[in-house]
């Protein structure tokens, strides 16, 4: 095997073993710093830029009717989905490789069986002080284990331009700002444990988040999805 690629793989080896799932076993969440490096965090970030600036991130879906309520204060992101296979994405393909190498490192440890993950969330907070209401990602055993966000943002400063993700940690104390920094990785259980929002973002903020599957739940929500729409086209007149 390469030297590079040796070197790579032992890098993500340890920055499993040493920081990442001991924080997720612990806290429940996991930020790691400095995760691609300048150069190849600086190729997702123009990616990401010339897909805003190409008009390809559209107002992220509202669930349920958002009847009157301004958008803005539930959900104010722009989003578009990627599998990094597209044109002008090969950067942000790269970023998923490695999110992928880590994760497969962290499931032997997390007693996890992980094998899928969603396409690539490419989000923007346009600064107009738009947010992201509190919520858990995963409340209903849909499948997703662990959402992992990449986030783009040089010089972010929370005193000047908000944009905090605060997670409230199921049963503890206290809670947790993180900062969407440049080439910051941030990992964290989907479920109930994690309840986090968006604080009003005053500065464009970009961010890049998928959603890694735990097979036997993915298996199960899909089996009674199944069941649902089944029973639901029983009903309707044939
Ligand atoms: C589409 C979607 C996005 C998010 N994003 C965040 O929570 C923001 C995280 C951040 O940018 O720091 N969460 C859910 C449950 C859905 Br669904
Ligand atoms: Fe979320």
Request: with cysteine.
């Amino acid at each position: 095997m390469p030297f590079l690629q040796l070197a790579l793989d032992t890098q993500l080896e340890t920055l499993a073993a040493e920081q990442v799932v001991p924080a997720l076993l612990d806290q429940g969440f996991s930020y790691v710093d400095h995760f691609l490096g300048d150069i190849a965090g600086h190729m997702v970030l123009g990616q990401v830029k010339r897909m805003h600036c190409c008009g390809l991130l559209n107002d992220g879906q509202l669930a349920g009717r958002s009847s009157g309520v301004s958008r803005r204060n539930i959900r104010g992101d722009k989003i578009t989905w990627v599998n990094g296979t597209e044109r002008g994405t090969e950067a942000v393909n790269f970023l998923l490789t490695l999110i992928d190498k880590l994760i497969s490192l962290c499931v032997g440890q997390l007693g996890k069986s992980i094998r899928a993950r969603s396409k690539a969330m490419v989000a923007c907070y346009p600064g107009n002080g738009a947010g992201y209401v509190k919520h858990v990602d995963n409340p209903n055993a849909d499948g997703r284990c662990v959402t992992c966000i990449y986030y783009l943002n040089k010089n972010w400063n929370a005193k000047e331009h908000g944009g905090l993700l605060r997670i409230f940690p199921e049963g503890k104390s206290y809670v947790a700002d993180i900062e969407p920094l440049f080439d910051r990785l941030l990992l964290f259980w989907s479920d109930r444990r994690n309840p986090h929002e968006v604080q009003p973002s005053y500065a464009t903020r970009y961010a890049i988040t998928v959603w890694y599957f735990d097979s036997e739940e993915r298996a199960e929500a899909k089996r009674k999805f199944r069941d649902l729409t089944a029973t639901s086209q029983e009903g309707s007149p044939s």
